[in-house]
């Protein structure tokens, strides 16, 4: 009786040894693998719809950016417009200055022909006061009083020198009258359509310059729904940084958590055993021995503290630091090293890790995102669709393949984007490798 009963105390010990071994070690109750789980499908919902909201915002700075390049283009064309006719308005100017010229030339001559035809008509006016004066003398008295032949001809002579020249003066009188009156009427012609033209190509320009107007306001606008989009792509693009952040501390304690679960379990299992052994030997029946362990695919801090190049044989060919972005023309900091090589060449990890992010990653394009512990993690962008070769949450070895490379997202050519963060904040990656 007292041998079992002694059987019975070593049984009840070893069940709270492992009630003991089970029980968290801190003064709080630790939360469970399942609970943290839950945490991490939450962050999934968050990284999703964070996802979503980029893509959004991606799509509308794309539609904004097509819209401002159409009216850039009908600026041009706008622009163009206005140079031809200001080149009008200029040559119409011209032609109205030498047509106020012409003007003014005719205005002269104008005023020398009827000096002429005033000193013309003072010469008729002599004339017929001569003849009146002479009284009623005729050109065939005049050739009849003749006293000889020669004087004949003398005086048929001048009279026919006489006719000529009256008729000379008619003549000219009214060719001075005629050429006046028809210059004048010309200039005025010329000028009042020079005038309309002008009038008219004022007008014009008018309208082009209003288009031209609209046009840049619709420029500055979607200038700003660019801005505002990249604005929302970058504050989206930290929330994916810090959910990255968040997903990776959940899987370190999600990690720790299945550690504790499968220790209780072991012990468990050692407890029951060994109580099931007590028993057996209480009753006089056999021993027998047992256990068991699983594993999942947990987190992994394997980071070893060097770096591997992601891009075996490529070409560094951007570095880290302030630059104007190729694509966005905007001036700021390049957070990471670019490394060039061929569509579809293998990206390798860095370091051993947990795969935080696979997936679209606003102008990252198709990136991977590993923590590798001690607040170290690398990215990966710019991957080629249907390239990324992890998923989240999955381990990863140094050197493993995980991508392949592409030029997704804000890029002018295949490349891998290659990004080193300590604690969030971006470093420069040739420090690590």
């Not at 801190?26 to 991490?40: D, N, P, T, Y």
């Not at 490529?314 to 390049?334: C, D, E, M, Q």
């Not at 696979?358 to 512990?373: F, L, P, R, T």
Request: glycine share 10%; proline share 2%; charged share 20%.
């Amino acid at each position: 009786m007292g041998k079992q009963l002694k059987k019975v105390a070593s049984v009840m010990a070893i069940m709270l040894l492992a009630a003991a071994v089970v029980q968290p070690g801190h003064g709080h109750a630790a939360k469970s693998s399942s609970e943290i789980q839950k945490e991490l499908n939450a962050v999934e919902q968050k990284a999703h719809k964070a996802e979503l909201q980029q893509k959004k915002a991606q799509a509308q700075k794309q539609k904004s950016a097509a819209l401002k390049k159409s009216a850039q283009k009908s600026l041009s064309n706008v622009l163009q417009a206005i140079n031809e006719v200001n080149s009008q308005l200029s040559r119409v100017s011209n032609n109205i200055t030498k047509t106020e010229s012409g003007l003014r030339q005719s205005k002269k001559d104008l005023a020398e022909a009827k000096e002429r035809i005033k000193a013309r008509e003072g010469m008729i006016d002599t004339r017929v006061r001569m003849m009146y004066t002479d009284g009623r003398v005729s050109y065939l008295d005049v050739l009849m009083s003749s006293t000889s032949f020669s004087d004949f001809v003398e005086r048929a002579d001048s009279l026919r020198m006489i006719v000529d020249q009256d008729q000379d003066i008619l003549a000219q009188h009214e060719k001075d009258k005629q050429f006046v009156i028809v210059t004048q009427n010309k200039l005025k012609a010329q000028y009042a359509y020079a005038k309309s033209l002008y009038s008219e190509k004022a007008a014009r320009k008018g309208e082009l310059d209003a288009k031209e107007n609209e046009k840049q306001r619709l420029i500055a606008k979607y200038d700003l729904q660019i801005e505002n989009a990249e604005e929302a792509t970058a504050a989206q693009e930290q929330a994916l940084w810090d959910l990255a952040d968040k997903r990776a501390a959940l899987y370190r304690e999600k990690t720790a958590a299945e550690a504790q679960e499968r220790a209780a379990a072991e012990a468990r299992a050692a407890a029951e055993a060994a109580a099931a052994a007590a028993a057996a030997a209480a009753s006089g029946g056999g021993s027998s021995s047992g256990g068991g362990g699983g594993g999942g695919n947990s987190y992994q801090a394997s980071g070893s503290g060097l770096l591997g190049v992601p891009v075996i044989g490529a070409r560094l060919s951007s570095p880290f630091g302030y630059r104007t972005n190729p694509v966005t023309g905007i001036y700021k900091l390049h957070a990471g090293v670019d490394f060039a090589a061929p569509q579809g060449t293998p990206i390798i990890a860095s370091d051993g890790g947990t795969v935080v992010v696979a997936g679209a990653m606003s102008g990252y394009g198709n990136a991977v995102i590993i923590d590798h512990g001690n607040g170290i993690q690398t990215l990966y962008g710019h991957i080629r669709n249907g390239g990324v070769m992890v998923s989240v949450g999955q381990s990863v070895s140094k050197g493993q393949k995980i991508a392949e490379v592409g030029s997704t997202g804000n890029s002018t050519g295949p490349h891998c984007h290659f990004e080193v963060r300590v604690n969030g904040t971006a470093v420069d990656p040739m420090g690590y490798l």
